[in-house]
């Protein structure tokens, strides 16, 4: 045989041996930028244009909480118990808040949340995509401009919503753990997915509740996404921050820190309080869980198999060492209220220094 040949014979059966393929051809988007999917290019010339316009730069501010908020009560409108006695069990993560929001901004429940749906809205309306979609673009987003933010999952190609959400079905601080626990049943999480959801909570703040202190977080990291808001909602609450009592807070541990009466007994619970308690000093476990629980929200009343992965267009998260959750200066173990001794806390340290004031999360 020729050597030419004998080369290029043995090129082929190399090949061949280690299983070659072509590349998977990728879709050039805008800025020299590659898709795997053609209709996910649209996603980065959204993702340019909110963290300009929408998010400020970039920040972890009170716009990146409210729109992680908005993913959850989209979402969240979503009963199967409903559809099963024949009545209009919501469409999930349809963007439903959105394109009926003089009816749903209207609920209870959604109070405050209008103006970030105004806020969203005409982004959407820009790139012509679905309101669903962008909510939870919007949303996975802004959980990864705040520090130790995971990178979501994000599916596009969520028709547009077609009737408002039933009201009722958005958990409210007053509800009970029972009330909390069944709502999120129907719509097929557990206890433990539940906590998992509450991570959000880490970069949270509330508006509403106690207008006296719009503003006024729920932990002492409010622009980390971090273990801390786990720690202090198990401490022993001493003072209300604002002119309360009000309906659905509860006592908090530190000046300037709200407390919401249902994370309050849900870190109590025994049927969610190992789960919680799990997440102190295992901030990994935390942002995996939260990741998991939110690619399932995301997806409520969808069918995911119509759907494109997109998720490369959420920026990739920074390197960051995870922060060990700690005391606030001032605390002991002691003023912890555990409920869950099968995970002990033996490591949390305090942090030197007199006891703080948290300031209003945006100024």
């Not at 030419?4 to 050039?28: I, Q, W």
Request: hydrophobic content about 40%; overall charge negative.
């Amino acid at each position: 045989m020729a050597p030419k040949s004998l080369l290029l014979l043995l090129t082929l059966v190399f090949f061949a041996s280690v299983g070659y393929t072509n590349p998977t051809p990728r879709a050039l988007c805008s800025k020299n930028r590659f898709s795997l999917h053609p209709s996910c290019c649209v996603w980065y010339d959204v993702l340019d244009d909110i963290q300009a316009n929408l998010f400020n730069g970039g920040k972890c501010d009170e716009v990146a909480h409210d729109s992680l908020r908005l993913t959850f009560h989209d979402a969240i409108g979503y009963s199967p118990s409903l559809t099963k006695q024949g009545k209009f069990g919501g469409g999930g993560a349809d963007g439903s808040i959105i394109a009926f929001s003089d009816i749903e901004t209207k609920f209870g429940a959604n109070a405050g949340i209008d103006d970030i749906v105004e806020e969203e809205r005409p982004f959407a309306l820009k790139h012509n995509v679905s309101f669903g979609d962008f909510i939870q673009f919007a949303g996975a987003v802004g959980v990864r401009n705040c520090a130790g933010g995971p990178r979501l999952q994000f599916l596009a190609g969520r028709p547009n919503a077609k009737q408002a959400s039933p009201e009722n079905l958005i958990p409210e601080p007053t509800d009970s753990v029972d009330t909390i626990l069944a709502r999120m049943a129907d719509a097929g999480f557990s206890a433990s997915e539940l906590v998992d959801l509450l991570a959000s909570h880490s970069i949270g703040f509330q508006e509403q509740i106690d207008p006296s202190i719009s503003g006024s977080p729920f932990d002492s990291t409010p622009t980390a996404f971090d273990s801390q808001f786990f720690v202090e909602t198990l401490l022993k609450g001493t003072l209300f921050p604002g002119d309360g009592p009000h309906p659905g807070e509860a006592m908090s541990p530190i000046r300037g820190e709200f407390r919401l009466q249902s994370d309050a007994a849900i870190a109590r619970d025994p049927r969610t309080a190992c789960r919680w308690q799990s997440f102190i000093l295992n901030e990994p476990l935390m942002s995996s869980a939260f990741r998991n629980a939110m690619a399932k929200m995301a997806v409520l009343g969808q069918n995911p198999a119509s759907l494109v992965d997109c998720s490369e267009v959420i920026p990739p998260p920074a390197f960051s060492i995870p922060q060990i959750a700690h005391l606030p200066p001032g605390k002991k173990l002691q003023d912890l209220e555990l409920s869950c001794h099968l995970i002990a806390l033996p490591f949390l340290s305090a942090n030197p220094g007199p006891s703080i004031t948290i300031p209003p999360f945006h100024l």
